[in-house]
């Protein structure tokens, strides 16, 4: 067997291997020490020799030392020891993502169909029934952002949460990328060896905060890819009045607020993150080219998991602790013959 590369993957158990059978053996002394102070108690010396004459002290230790031993492999099969090395094809494959999406009133607008917001759903569902093979995570955000949907390998329960975002799923208007952003490197593990952020939105960025907090993510290892949705042209919004009918929305000054993709914003957005941008388009062929830009930075940083990474061997001294829990009961404390004068 090749032990080369041999290490514990959660080496903090070892603590378990080395503390609690000195635990338990202290705990067996003691016992010991109460059974002889009761016996003595209870019977004179030489009549104390005449009850335990069939009792075997060695058989006792030997059941003790298997339970101590017991836990020493315990505590080894849970700091997962690892030797040998299997290679692994695709980085791409397990890594986690954070979707960004955008929820603000400018979404509905209809330049593309069925409409802006309706449309990224479809495409971000469809992408990760079909191309997502590890956890995915969901941030809604307009003036505020909130975690939806946290990094989970259930794709059914972030299907359920996407379709049931709309406009109103943020109760604080305005666009605030800087803050949707700053959420989703808030949801992504820590301990992540990249972070892979997947802003969906028409880049309307009313805050002015998307770059900022992008060059400030950057320095922690955040990947954003940005997918702008709607058309340059762009068109009017349209929302509905009090009377429930739809009409045409107005600024302040009375004038028709027409909403437009910025991809000037989006891409500065991507490009300080090491990311890249792209338009969302009618089939979400967007999304996929970002999968391939992930692959294309997988292999231009040297990262991808076709490295070798260490085997498991945890079920060794797993096996150990079972067979040695199942023979302890199986060995009596009683001498095997009984010697009379």
């Not at 042209?233 to 302040?252: F, P, R, S, V, Y």
């Not at 294309?296 to 797993?318: C, E, I, N, T």
Request: hydrophobic share 45%; aromatic share 6%; proline share 4%.
């Amino acid at each position: 067997m090749n032990f080369a590369d041999f290490h514990f993957a959660e080496p903090r158990w070892l603590w378990l291997a080395a503390v609690a059978p000195v635990m338990l053996a202290w705990l067996h002394g003691r016992a010991a020490q109460k059974r002889r102070e009761q016996l003595a108690q209870m019977a004179s010396p030489q009549f104390v020799g005449q009850l335990t004459a069939s009792h075997s002290p060695a058989r006792r230790r030997g059941k003790e030392m298997l339970l101590l031993l017991g836990l020493i492999f315990a505590g080894l099969a849970l700091a997962r020891p690892q030797w040998g090395s299997v290679e692994n094809g695709n980085a791409f494959v397990g890594e986690d993502i954070v979707f960004v999406l955008d929820c603000s009133l400018s979404m509905t607008t209809s330049d593309v169909l069925p409409n802006r917001m309706q449309r990224a759903k479809f495409a971000l569902l469809d992408f990760v029934k079909r191309e997502s093979h590890g956890r995915v995570g969901l941030v809604a955000f307009a003036g505020s952002a909130f975690l939806q949907c946290p990094l989970t390998f259930d794709a059914g329960a972030f299907e359920e949460t996407l379709m049931s975002l709309d406009e109103k799923a943020i109760p604080i208007p305005g666009t605030d990328i800087g803050r949707a952003l700053n959420e989703a490197n808030r949801a992504m593990d820590k301990n992540a060896r990249r972070k892979m952020v997947v802003l969906v939105t028409d880049g309307e960025d009313l805050e002015k905060s998307g770059i900022v907090a992008a060059k400030r993510l950057a320095t922690n290892g955040v990947v954003v890819f940005t997918i702008g949705v709607g058309t340059p042209a762009g068109k009017e919004i349209q929302t509905l009045n009090a009377a429930g009918q739809m009409e045409l929305l107005h600024d302040a000054k009375g004038e028709l607020v027409r909403s437009q993709l910025d991809e000037k914003t989006l891409q500065e957005i991507a490009q300080a993150t090491g990311g890249s941008y792209f338009p969302l388009g009618r089939l979400g062929d967007g999304l996929l080219q970002v999968k391939s830009a992930m692959h294309a930075l997988d292999a231009a940083s040297s990262a991808r998991q076709s490295a070798k990474r260490g085997m498991d061997r945890f079920y060794v001294p797993l096996a150990v602790f079972v067979l040695l829990l199942a023979a302890e009961p199986l060995i009596g404390t009683r001498k095997r013959k009984i010697s009379t004068t």
